[in-house]
């Protein structure tokens, strides 16, 4: 595929009204979400997408009830201990973005190792977002660069876009050209705030436990007819 995202971001909406509709328990909608994310990580290795963030947590999701939080933490730990494999054979690096010190010791403890076996891999970064907010991701970037300004090390008039880019956790990355969310909402909920400025935005009624391969590529090829202006006009050739 030609004029692909290189920068894929999604909100993964719809595993609890996907079980409540089969009368199932809200974890059950998860446990399939988890399928979910394996068969998207695949296609968009397959197809070459290099980067691919997924708001697998937000800093709000603590305040769910206790007992699907743990089965949250356990999914994500089941999930980076049996995908390890497949992440070293496909070349691909895993990273987290969040306050991942939230996180509870075992699930922080098997996400480093994880982060480091696949650090030196190079097709494709998959991004975990992870007790992710983005206006949390802001307040520490102003916080970081006002220490540095108050220590003397920078002038607070070289503050620009870059130097604020440079300061969030997608330092090292580029801004995400494309954003999904699935299951309907028409809204952002606090997911990279800063860096989803120009992103091109396509919201599924399907609910991400029924998210799949087609409907993947399908998006992919609506994006390719996109025409990406960034606030400027089209000159005529
Ligand atoms: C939203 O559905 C989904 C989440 C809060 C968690 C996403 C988690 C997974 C897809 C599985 C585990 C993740 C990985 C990376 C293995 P919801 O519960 O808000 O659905 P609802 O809006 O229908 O209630």
């Keep these: 595929m030609t004029r692909l995202p290189r920068h894929i971001a999604i909100i993964m909406d719809g595993n609890g009204r996907w079980a409540r509709k089969r009368l199932l328990n809200r974890v059950k909608g ?4 988890a399928e ?9 290795r397959e197809v070459g997408v290099s ?35 497949e992440l070293l054979e496909n070349n691909i690096r895993l990273n987290a973005i ?33 007790s992710y907010g983005g206006r949390t991701e802001i307040v520490e970037m102003a916080r970081k660069i006002a220490q540095q300004a108050k220590a003397g090390a920078i002038d607070p008039e070289a503050v620009s876009q ?6 969030l956790y997608t330092w090292d990355m580029p ?34 436990p029924d998210f799949n391969r087609d409907e993947l590529l399908d998006i992919f090829r609506w994006y390719q007819g996109r025409e990406r202006r960034f606030g400027k006009v089209t000159q005529p050739e």
């Design 51 to 85: 980067f691919l963030t997924l708001y697998a947590f937000s800093t709000e999701n603590w305040e769910r009830p206790q007992a699907e939080v743990a089965a949250l933490m356990t999914l994500l730990k089941r999930f980076l201990v049996g995908e390890t494999e």
């Design 162 to 167: 870059d130097l604020v880019a440079r300061h």
């Design 30 to 33: 998860h446990e399939r979400g």
């Design 175 to 208: 801004d995400p050209d494309l954003l999904i969310r699935t299951s309907g909402e028409m809204r952002i909920s606090n997911f990279l705030l800063w860096q989803i400025a120009y992103a091109e935005i396509f919201i599924t009624p399907t609910l991400w």
């Design 98 to 130: 969040g306050q991942v010190d939230r996180l509870p010791g075992d699930v922080r403890e098997t996400l480093a190792k994880v982060m480091s076996v696949t650090a030196r891999n190079t097709a494709m970064t998959l991004n975990l977002a992870l």
């Design 36 to 44: 979910t994310v394996r068969t998207v990580v695949r296609t968009c």
